[in-house]
């Protein structure tokens, strides 16, 4: 796996490391709380209906053996079924996209593009299965590796706890969802990591099933 790739995955946002374990023992989407039940799927019939989205990211990392928060900012971009884009603008210059079963990835430092077969990386392609989950909505299948508390209900906020056996659940506490008013798309995610360290996303100006440029799907930076 690509030092740059483990960064992202690891590092950003996504604890999907989980993905590497055995099953953990946590009750199926069928055993869940009927009210649970119910706002689940209410998320994912309305995440549904999103083909593409566009949206700005702020992210804020405290690390707990440091005071100053590391912050960074971009943009993410989603066309259903199979493309997927997250670029780094500020205050470093990065960029991950995935066609089909290829990831491709840019960052400043060697200006070049490493390219990661998923298909040849099963582990790596579940990991970011997982992640492609978390902007998908498809909080349901979630339920197997995780507990589901319901923090707050207007608007929704659901807190996600690593099930024991899972190998998420040896690095991260908890993961918190909050939701739009109108439920349509996530506002914020919240990682809480066993370190000490957090992670808050800020999801800011997104747009739904809007037309997207193909210069979402440049992994290079264009020369200005």
Not at 144 to 172: H, Q
Not at 190 to 197: A, L, M, N, P, V
Request: aromatic share 10%.
């Amino acid at each position: 796996m690509q030092k740059t790739a483990v960064f992202l995955i690891l590092f950003l946002f996504i604890p999907a490391i989980h993905c590497y374990a055995e099953p953990s023992g946590i009750k199926t989407h069928k055993n869940l709380a009927p009210d649970l039940y119910e706002i689940l799927h209410r998320l994912e019939d309305k995440t549904s209906e999103i083909r593409t989205l566009k949206t700005e990211f702020v992210q804020e990392k405290e690390l707990a053996v440091f005071k100053e928060k590391i912050i960074l900012k971009g943009m993410i971009f989603l066309q259903k079924p199979e493309l997927f884009a997250w670029h780094i603008i500020e205050p470093l210059s990065y960029s991950m996209v995935i066609k089909d079963d290829i990831l491709s990835q840019w960052d400043e430092n060697t200006k070049k593009i490493q390219k990661i077969s998923l298909a040849k990386n099963p582990a790596f392609q579940v990991a970011i299965s997982q992640m492609k989950d978390w902007f998908s909505g498809k909080y349901t299948s979630m339920t197997e590796d995780y507990n589901i508390i319901i923090l707050k209900r207007k608007p929704v906020s659901l807190k996600f706890i690593p099930g024991k056996n899972t190998m998420a659940s040896n690095v991260i506490d908890s993961v918190t969802v909050t939701f739009r008013d109108d439920e349509r798309y996530i506002y914020q995610i919240y990682i809480k990591e066993k370190s000490g360290d957090s992670t808050l996303l800020t999801f800011v100006n997104t747009q739904l099933n809007t037309p997207l440029d193909e210069t979402a799907w440049e992994v290079q930076p264009r020369v200005k």
